[in-house]
């Protein structure tokens, strides 16, 4: 079936660096999407892309999709410490017959030491 | 805060038992997703309904199975329980097929 492959795994970071993480897959997406995850909550979406190429930020973060539509990265700029969780790519493949459905790359868990 | 409900929050049981986990979308919003996150297999989808019809199924086992009411809550019934099925559960909305936005889970636990 479809995979993401989100990295990197983990990253652990010293306030006010920039962050950048990645998923790739060898299958093509309609949409991608960014979430954030803190312990025990549900995901909250932070950005949402549309169409190959396209580039959003929403403050300090910044997120593409790739023109292969195969790919995405989320930049975070200047980190602080309320950064900290996990972030997870989302893709939505092509409609037919799969609805709405995503599929999720494994995480990146971002730590910020102040 | 999504906009997006689910009770409830914990759920203790036993193996074999049947629990009902329920979610309550957004206002306007006609798509409820429901995914599973554990942590050897991640966030995984398992069932899509819009607007009261099953739209997409994912890796939902056959114990499972799902319903959207006419006021477009929904719920996700699990039976014959197993250890394995211990997870977060979570319900998302949409308007349609476009951005989802996930609720805050159940976390089952099953003894």
């Known amino acids: 079936g479809q995979q993401l492959n989100q990295s990197p795994q983990s990253m652990f970071i010293q306030e006010g660096e920039d962050v950048s993480m990645n998923c790739t897959s060898s299958?093509?997406?309609?949409?991608w999407l960014w979430y954030k995850q803190d312990p025990g909550e549900g995901p909250v979406l932070l950005i949402a892309l549309y169409k190959a190429g396209e580039l959003t930020s929403n403050g300090r973060l910044t997120a593409q999709f790739g023109i292969t539509r195969k790919d995405s990265f989320l930049n975070i700029s200047a980190s602080i410490p309320s950064d900290v969780g996990i972030y997870f790519c989302a893709g939505r493949p092509p409609l037919y017959n799969q609805g709405g459905k995503l599929i999720f790359g494994q995480g990146t868990e971002l730590s910020v030491k102040p | 805060d999504s906009g997006v409900t689910q009770t409830p929050k914990h759920l203790i049981t036993a193996t074999g038992q049947r629990v009902t986990l329920r979610c309550s979308p957004r206002s306007g919003d006609l798509s409820v997703y429901w995914y599973q996150q554990s942590l050897d297999q991640g966030l995984q989808f398992l069932i899509q309904?819009?607007?009261?019809?099953?739209?997409a199924k994912g890796n939902i086992l056959e114990r499972f199975s799902a319903q959207q009411f006419p006021d477009l809550h929904s719920e996700l019934n699990l039976s014959s329980l197993e250890l394995g099925d211990s997870a977060l559960y979570f319900c998302?909305?949409?308007?349609?097929?476009?951005?989802?936005?996930f609720g805050p889970g159940t976390r089952l636990t099953v003894l």
């Open positions: 299958s093509i997406f309609n949409t």
């Open positions: 309904y819009y607007n009261g019809e099953e739209r």
């Open positions: 998302a909305s949409s308007v349609s097929t476009d951005t989802q936005y």
